[in-house]
């Protein structure tokens, strides 16, 4: 029989390939349904999913929200900045009270590393994580790898380059574990400033110069700049950043060859990359942003009905 | 686990034959249906059908796809299994199309009720019916009966029935599966 072998989705690192696979399986089967005239189907009927985002989004809320109506689910959205939790109620209060609706499943987004993987130990919910802290962002790297996929044909023995802020990166993280686990080469590019410690533990190297690590990739993944996460300068300015790290079509051009551009937005145009190219031909970040609804409905179908198996 | 042969090639041959010609009847030139064989048994039956059209009576256009149904099934909160589903290459606007499932053997009636549900996502059929080789009589759990049926059978609730499609040898079989 084939099944996931988790319960929750916490991070890639929990998964193994035998699990990615049979994402994709699914996921390929939801994206043609989503291309119907009638993009809906009844599977989740009279389940409900807490939507619960401690963290701005816009993309992956919407995403998993799409998702969630797309296969009949019901939908509960909650963000922190409209919470009890501004009047001081602690994390666990919030998530038990919202349980006590009777909710099946939580797509849970928070600021700090190992929240969703804290609350999968006290609570009989499904977890899905939608990106702790710097941590894992597990649905962003399943598309991600799906979306090459998609591109390429196939992932094994693929060199793929993730440029930019990898230190605050849980995008990068999740990416590293997903595409190493599907047999692809990995290397990362940035200042070393953005760089995290002993990352190169995890099997991927690393080359301070940008055009050099192009000529190397198949496809690249631009990271955006979290200013949001930065308590401290990393680089000496924006400016100095965009002109070793900022790919534009001169960097692009010099190659003679095409590669594929992703970005898991949202993009600082200009800075990550010129809007020359995140909407040229090369790009696929709008396929990233369609395959991440089919990558999460085949997420939560899965899920849901491994809860039901319990 | 025995194999016991209900239907041998020849028999089975003849009835898809006699099958075609019924649609043939009803359907003038198909330039008004489309054939949909449902995902995965009804798949084989189907093609066969639009073989013996295209290649017996010279239809040349015939708007026929295969449909899966796993995410429309009413079982997903009691049948332990996970539901993987096949893949569907239905890219067909159905409305006010005369519509045609294919299945090879009509059991309970869920698959088809699954189906109804399912073909909505691509339209409104003028009207549907249902091709089935197979039907298993008093088995029903769902008021839905056949268009053209190939062979009725009566077996026991712990019998399947399986049909083996393949180019050379179709045949349909009884397996116990206690």
Request: charged share 25%.
């Amino acid at each position: 029989m084939e099944s996931l072998s988790v319960d929750n989705l916490i991070g890639i690192k929990n998964l193994n390939i035998n699990d990615i696979k049979l994402i994709f399986k699914t996921a390929d089967n939801f994206k043609e349904i989503i291309n119907r005239p009638i993009k809906k189907v009844p599977s989740l009927r009279d389940i409900t999913i807490a939507n619960l985002f401690f963290e701005n989004s816009t993309r992956t809320k919407l995403s998993f929200e799409l998702a969630e109506k797309r296969l009949s689910a019901d939908v509960l959205n909650f963000s922190a900045s409209q919470s009890s939790l501004k009047k001081g109620e602690s994390l666990i209060d919030t998530i038990n009270n919202i349980l006590s609706m009777k909710v099946d499943m939580i797509v849970i987004r928070h600021p700090n590393a190992g929240v969703p993987e804290y609350i999968s130990a006290k609570v009989d919910a499904t977890i899905i994580n939608a990106g702790d802290g710097a941590h894992e962002h597990p649905t962003q790297a399943l598309l991600d790898s799906y979306s090459i996929r998609e591109s390429l044909g196939e992932i094994k023995n693929k060199n793929i380059l993730i440029v930019g802020d990898i230190i605050h990166s849980r995008v990068a993280l999740s990416n590293i574990f997903a595409l190493k686990m599907q047999g692809a080469n990995v290397k990362l590019c940035g200042p070393n400033s953005l760089m995290p410690k002993y990352i190169d533990k995890l099997g991927v190297e690393i080359i301070n110069n940008l055009d050099d690590a192009l000529q190397w990739c198949d496809v690249v993944n631009m990271l955006r700049i979290q200013n949001e996460r930065m308590n401290k300068s990393f680089f000496p300015s924006l400016r100095e950043y965009v002109k070793l790290y900022g790919l534009n079509y001169e960097r692009l051009s010099k190659l003679n060859r095409d590669i594929i551009i992703m970005h898991p937005g949202p993009i600082n145009r200009g800075v990550e990359l010129t809007s020359e190219l995140a909407d040229s031909k090369n790009s696929i970040i709008l396929d990233q942003v369609e395959n991440g609804v089919a990558i999460r409905m085949a997420v939560i179908y899965l899920l849901a009905k491994q809860k039901f198996n319990r | 686990m025995g194999q016991h042969i209900l239907f041998n090639h020849s028999q089975v041959n003849i009835c898809l034959e006699r099958l075609a010609y019924q649609l043939l009847e009803n359907h003038d030139d198909f330039s008004e249906t489309v054939l949909i064989g449902l995902q995965p048994r009804g798949r084989f039956l189907s093609e066969n059908m639009v073989n013996i059209l295209k290649n017996k009576y010279d239809l040349r256009e015939l708007d026929y796809g295969y449909l899966d149904i796993t995410f429309f099934r009413d079982d997903f909160r009691t049948k332990s299994d996970i539901l993987i589903p096949n893949e569907s290459n239905f890219k067909l606007n159905v409305n006010n199309k005369k519509v045609v499932f294919i299945d090879d053997v009509l059991y309970t009636g869920r698959t088809i009720r699954a189906a109804l549900t399912a073909i909505e996502s691509f339209g409104r059929p003028k009207s549907i019916e249902l091709l089935i080789l197979i039907n298993r009589r008093y088995s029903r759990e769902l008021p839905i009966q056949a268009d053209y049926k190939g062979f009725n059978v009566d077996v026991y609730e712990d019998q399947k029935v399986y049909v083996n499609w393949s180019e050379k040898n179709n045949y349909v079989y009884l397996e116990n599966i206690k």
